[in-house]
């Protein structure tokens, strides 16, 4: 399974970006979905992750702004970002089964403006 990721981009602050990551095989289905972050010189984060029930859970500084979604019919997951935050400026890399999973998207660059 291949894990592709897009929709990154340079906005300004307060503006909004929906991330996507498609699957080549319906392993979303099946396992988690997540989105993790790294900055220049920080650590990857979890920001957002979404089990195969719909259960979500969001690191602290994007709940209320951003929101992950599945739609299962096409192996993708979703990352809206609202109210982006020059903070939020990341390489964003979306994920299946886990941190410890080999399945990781390529990343997409976000990058927001003050």
């Known amino acids: 399974v291949q894990l592709q990721a897009s929709g990154g981009g340079l906005v300004q602050a307060g503006r909004s970006l929906r991330l996507s990551c498609a699957a080549s095989?319906?392993?979303?289905?099946?396992?988690?979905g997540a989105w993790y972050r790294q900055a220049p010189g920080k650590q990857r984060e979890l920001v957002a992750a979404?089990?195969?029930?719909?259960?979500?859970n969001y690191a602290d500084s994007v709940k209320g702004r951003f929101t992950i979604s599945r739609d299962n019919a096409k192996n993708t997951i979703y990352l809206q970002m609202n109210s982006l935050k020059p903070e939020d400026t990341a390489v964003y890399y979306c994920?299946?089964?886990?941190?410890?999973?080999?399945?990781w998207g390529q990343g997409t660059q976000v990058t927001v403006s003050s």
């Open positions: 994920n299946a089964g886990g941190e410890v999973s080999r399945y």
């Open positions: 095989g319906r392993i979303f289905s099946f396992v988690p």
């Open positions: 979404i089990t195969s029930g719909g259960s979500t």
